[in-house]
Antibody
């Protein structure tokens, strides 16, 4: 069974940093691009970042460019996002998702809540 | 960036109704459009990909159609478990934008 298990969320002060992880199982992780998507409380989905199979290409939404860094460790079947200079508007549930041939996301992780507040 | 506009934003319907949700793109997306269903407190789930291909395991009452810049998601006969929020997403280019969502509520 394909699974994405997320960890690393929590409460952080404005200006702080946090790293989220997404552990993959049930498929050959290194064969697939991966993405991060977030959802602010009561709002819609916002694509955040993507990374190619070998990590050589990365993509970011303008809202996080320069502050977030996506990476992956194919030996550990794990996706990461390092979030720096966090702002209140980064408060959201963050989801990782398996990117199928850059044409759809399936499945998604269970989500992890990041709260940026003093 | 490609903008996706869903309509309606809210939809009230009854069990057994046929409903259609529209997603309009600000430019052509080569049919690289996906539809997702999200229930409260849960991660989104894929329903349709490449505009009209039904994901394995998704009930056949769900269907997708369209091309160019206009796409639709149709539920042929609403079931109680279908009341949720639906999102379209374009995967033709980065950023991978989503529509604003359509909340389907029980009338």
């Amino acid at each position: 069974e394909v699974q994405l298990l997320q960890s690393g969320g929590g409460l952080v002060q404005p200006g702080g940093s946090l790293r989220l992880s997404c552990a993959a199982s049930g498929f050959t992780f290194s064969d697939y691009a991966m993405s991060w998507v977030r959802q602010a409380p009561g709002k819609g989905l916002e694509w955040v970042s993507a990374i190619s199979t070998n990590g050589g290409s990365t993509y970011y939404a303008d809202s996080v460019k320069g502050r977030f860094t996506v990476s992956r460790d194919n030996s550990k079947n794990t996706l990461y996002v390092e979030m720096n200079s966090l702002r209140a508007e980064d408060t959201a549930v963050y989801y990782c998702a398996k990117d199928i041939w850059s044409r759809w996301f399936d499945p998604w992780g269970q989500g992890t809540l990041v709260t940026v507040s003093s | 960036d490609i903008q996706l506009t869903q309509s309606p934003s809210f939809l009230s319907a009854s069990v057994g109704d046929r409903v259609t949700i529209t997603c309009r793109a600000s430019q052509g997306i080569n049919n690289y459009l996906a539809w997702y269903q999200q229930k409260p407190g849960k991660a989104p789930k894929l329903l349709i990909y490449v505009a009209s291909t039904l994901r394995s395991g998704v009930p056949s009452r769900f269907s997708g159609s369209g091309s160019g810049t206009e796409f639709t998601l149709t539920i042929s006969s609403l079931q109680p478990e279908d009341f949720a929020t639906y999102y379209c997403q374009q995967l033709n280019s980065y950023p991978r934008t989503f529509g604003q969502g359509t909340k389907l509520e029980i009338k």
